[in-house]
Structures are given as structure tokens and as C-alpha cells.
């Protein structure tokens, strides 16, 4: 029999152990945070229970179960894609849009007219969705709407989005300078971790940011309050400052001091305030 001491034995620890340890519990960390509060947690304890149950038929020696789940096994594999199809997609399209993978940062010049627009618009009570792009395209929205290619001003947006016109039900899509469409279909996100309180426009400023890496601004008919989504996140009660400030941040653009900026602040409806009790929550799916 082994000495005690040779049997619990561990490895010598080099560096490159270490950096093994390391970039495997990055992964695993990673993959638990890819599927947090979606549907995809809920297969992976079955799979895991699974491969427990797997286990213990061999260690029990239990000969017709062992034999059904050794049959079932290498099929497995194509389950986990079917199954995890959508988060695998996602998780490839956030891999590939990492600052380090891409050039990721775009001047926005228009940022100021757009803010200024959905700071009437929540004012006004009145509904409406826009996209920013950035690297990941957004061609087939794109065609999903209205072609515009025109210019963006506030005047613009505001028209866009008047309840009057036929295409304040979509979304607006903007490329650079340049609104190239209205009335896009957006895919809604079916997170169960999500507010049921939250409607279609929420929903599609978070399904179009689970698959790109586009900024979405919203303002919320019932309410008037702003909201902006990112990276599948929706922050809710910003102000117009707040506004500019994350679309800066997410295209890398260094804001000019306001004294220089030449662009009229328009003030805020208390709707939309940060001193709001429901002002700046924020769901991370």
C-alpha cells in the first residue's frame, strides 16, 4: 500500500500551471456569466445532473443504467449546440467584437442632435428607439425598415417618431451621421431574468444589443423617461448629460468641455430626473 503522503501528492506548481489554473477559471467564470438568468442555466444543471447520474451508475455498477446513459452520451455534444445555439452565437459575437479585435471606436458627431431629440421627445411623452451603430453590422435591420440615408438633426427624429407617422412603431438606425432608416424590426429579448414591467421597445433596445454591439436610447411612451442598452443592460432614468456621456463612452468619443461645446442644453422633465425613486435602475440580465 502507498504511503499516505504519495497518494495526496500534488504536482510541483510552475508558472505555467499557474497560467493554466488561471485562464481556465477566466473561462469557466466567463461561461457562468454568459449563461446567468437565462434559459441556457437551467439545461446546463440538467446536463450537469446528468453526468452526475452518469457517474454514479459506474461507481454503483449499475449495468442497465450505465448502458442507456452510455448510448445517449455521444449524442450529447450535438444536443448542447442545439440547445445553446443562441448563447453560442452571442458569445462568438462578443469574443470578436473585444476592443483588442476590433477598431471598436467611431466619431459620433450627430451624438448632440440625437440627445437633444430624445430629450424633446421624452418631454413630449412620446415613444421612440435608436440605434447607433458601431463595428458589428446592422445591414439586415437595416433593411428590415424604411431607407432614409438622410443627414441627422433633431428635427428629423422628433418627425420620425410623432405618433402621427406611420414609422414611430419602429426603430431608427444610425450610421455614423447619418439616419439610414425607420421603422426597423428589432428582435425582442426572451431573458426570463428581465422585468415583465418592461414593453416592446425595452425589449428590442435589449435583443438588438444581446447580438451587436450597438448603443440603443429609448424613451418610453407611458412615462417619458430615457433609457439606454448596452451590451444586453438597460440603464433607466438617465438625464440628457448621462445620455451624452454613455454615448461617448461607448464610442470612445472625449466630450468638449460644455463652455465650448456650442450646443443649447435643453432642460429635463422631472419625469426623466435622477432624484426620481425609480430613476437610474439598471437590469444586467
Known sequence: MQP?????????LTLTAVIDILVVAFLIFQGLQIVRGTRAAHILIGIIAFIVVYRVSIWADLELLHSILANVIPYTAIAVIVLFR?????????????????????????SDEIALALTRLSQEKTG??????????LRTFIESGIPLDANVSRDLLVAIFQTSQPLHD????VQKDRVCAAGCF????????????LGTRH????????ETDCLALVVSEETGRMSIAANGELEEGVTQERLEDRIAEHFGVTRPAPASSGVRSVEVAPAVKNDSPQAERVYRP
Open 170 to 173: 419602429g426603430a431608427a438606425i
Open 186 to 197: 428589432l428582435p425582442l429579448s426572451t431573458n426570463p431574468a428581465l422585468s415583465s414591467k
Open 86 to 110: 443562441e448563447e453560442i452565437r452571442r458569445t462568438l459575437a462578443r469574443i470578436g467584437r473585444r476592443p483588442w479585435l476590433t477598431s471598436g471606436l467611431r466619431q459620433m458627431e450627430a
Open 203 to 210: 425589449r428590442a433596445a435589449i435583443g438588438i444589443t444581446e
Open 4 to 12: 499516505f503522503a504519495a497518494i495526496i501528492a500534488l504536482p510541483e
Open 128 to 137: 421612440a428607439l435608436v440605434i447607433m451603430e458601431r463595428d458589428t453590422g
